[in-house]
């Protein structure tokens, strides 16, 4: 359902460019969970802002749900990012003049929910974050974890098909990381595909599929899942009998 | 997005920084206020003349000495004459006119035992009374009468006779203007400003002794009251054509009601509108207040800004949250200004009770457009700036 092909992202900065992707293809099907690890500044976050459809590739394809966003509207990235994607930040982004209730409510107001569905369907997305107990509270009374669980049932209020947290536990202690993280685990269990960030090796291990970052190229894969759609016909997928030592590969190479 | 929930979500916003919207929420209402109460304050100038006017009665024919507009050539001879009490007789036989009245006029020292105050004095005859309108508190008038008779009656305005009677009965008693003495015959029920005189600070006489003791052979004025209100046109060529054959020339100005009213309410149209004018001034430095507000308050929330479009809120409704807010401390202020300038009028109205001091509707209605449009207007750029932003950019916490 996500598909990158060859895609570049390059800043320019001053007279000089920083490419923050390079070359980067890969492919992450329906219901999985991936983690994207690597060093600070490698990439992770452009990677995950791309395929959130906050940030268009400068180069190369994207394709999510088969369709490549890069000749998408505005507007219609923005639907797409409504409906069928959430986001999780590392420091959370709940609006503190908001109760909890009313943050998870937050993208059913701008899709037009009517009031007393929002407050149930919201309600209800806290319930499944255990937090049903705080919905009233606001953001400054609630703990960092309880932060990040409103944040997630935001997240997936809207019933997306795929989650990007970007460094989710980065702010959070040992004890609330692996709640949040079991949290998105569980929904990811029931069908959600889940893309975490993060440099924390513990954490990434988790996942069935880790993608190594450094200086804007995937320099390797972890877990067996990445091998995947082989016969769709599209490009030649990252793909190595040794993840930790592959570069990149041309596209359309396979 | 629902109306509704996009001003409630403004609405909270605006909470979230009370004071900071307190005092743009002030900056409109100080400008609406302003607009309002000047507006009120023109608009009642212009009525109270009209209503001043209008007391003379539809029928008034004013004619004094001069020509104000210059219609081209000289005067015969280039001569201007006075108005003589003769005018008054010929022009007294026209058959159009009612009733007529001159008047002359003189400042001097009535005095009553050792009491005095200095007064116009008008010179008249008994019509006057019936021409402009005039009430007895007590007493008669003038008598009516030749008015070549110049006989020694004297009426008060109401605010002579209570200084110089101070609670005595002034009928029948004898006050002297200069060395002359007169007899008080009526005082004037109150009545204040009106034309050129506040009549309760004038007192009258006849015409005849009036010009006899200011030793003037002159009258400042000559009131005519025509018939029929459909012939003011007719009557005012007929006394023009009189006036132009005794003095052999045009010098002299005949005026109606109707001209008067509607020049002095030209005039003070105009200054009412330079009133809004200037209070306009602050309500767009109350709209600078506003975008300025809006601007700090796009660069705050460049999080949230990052975070709503993250959540799918389009373009759009990004605007049009912002603009809610620009518009709702506008409105909030305008409503605000509306009280503040309400009660402003009020307490005027309370000190000058017989001043029609109220906000017409049309500036009540364009106060509170005004307001919305400084909003809208002082709100579209912040607001456009908040949806430009970069929402990757705008959540990164750099
Ligand atoms: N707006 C930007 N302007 C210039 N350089 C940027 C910008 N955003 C990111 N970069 C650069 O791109 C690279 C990758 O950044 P990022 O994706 O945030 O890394 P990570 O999330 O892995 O730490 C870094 O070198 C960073 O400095
Ligand atoms: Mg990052």
Known sequence: ?254 | MRFLDLLRFAAGALRGHRLRTALSVTGVAVGIAAVVTLTALGEGARQYVVDQFAALGANLLIIFPGKVETTGGEPFGGVTHDLTIDDYRALARLSRLRRSAPMAVATDTVRYGDRGRDVPVLGTTADFALVRRLEMGSGAFLPAGDPDQGGNEIVLGLTVASELFRGENPLGQIVRVGPWRFRVVGVLAPRGQSLTFNLDEVVLVPVRTAMRVFNRSTLFRILLDVRMHDEMGLAKREVEALMRERHRAEDVTVITQDALISSFSSILNALTLALVGIASVSLAVAGVGIMNVMLVSVTERRAEIGLLKALGALDRQVLAAFLAEAVLLAFVGGVAGLAIGAGAIRAFVGIYPSFPASPPAWAVAASLGLSLGVGVGFGVWPARRATRLDPVAALARR
């Open chain 1, 1 to 254: 359902m996500i598909r990158l092909e060859g895609v570049w992202r390059t800043y320019r900065v001053g007279d000089g460019e920083v490419h923050a992707l390079r070359d980067v293809t890969l492919e992450i099907t329906h219901g999985e969970h991936v983690a994207l690890i690597g060093p600070s500044g490698s990439g992770k976050s452009t990677m995950l802002h791309i395929v959130g459809c906050l940030d268009r590739p400068t180069l190369g394809r994207y394709l999510f749900e088969k369709r490549e966003v890069g000749a998408l509207s505005e507007e219609e990235r923005s639907l797409l990012r409504r409906h069928r994607i959430g986001f999780v930040f590392q420091f959370f982004h709940l609006l503190p003049r908001l109760s909890a209730l009313g943050n998870v409510e937050l993208p059913m107001l701008f899709a037009g929910t009517p009031a007393d569905e929002r407050r149930q369907r919201a309600a209800h997305a806290l319930e499944a974050v255990g937090l049903a107990q705080r919905a009233t509270h606001r953001p400054d009374q609630l703990s960092g974890g309880e932060r990040q669980r409103v944040a997630i049932a935001r997240a997936v209020v809207m019933d997306p098909a795929v989650v990007l947290a970007d460094e989710p536990t980065g702010n959070l202690d040992r004890h609330s990381a692996l709640e949040v993280m079991e949290l998105l685990e569980a929904m990811n269990r029931r069908g959600l595909t889940l893309v975490v960030v993060t440099h924390d090796p513990a954490i990434a291990e988790r996942a069935r599929r880790v993608i190594r970052m450094a200086d804007g190229e995937i320099v390797g894969h972890d877990g067996g899942s990445w091998v995947v759609d082989r016969g769709s016909g599209g490009p030649a997928l990252q793909h190595a009998s040794d993840p930790r030592t592959t570069n990149h590969e041309p596209r359309g190479g396979g």
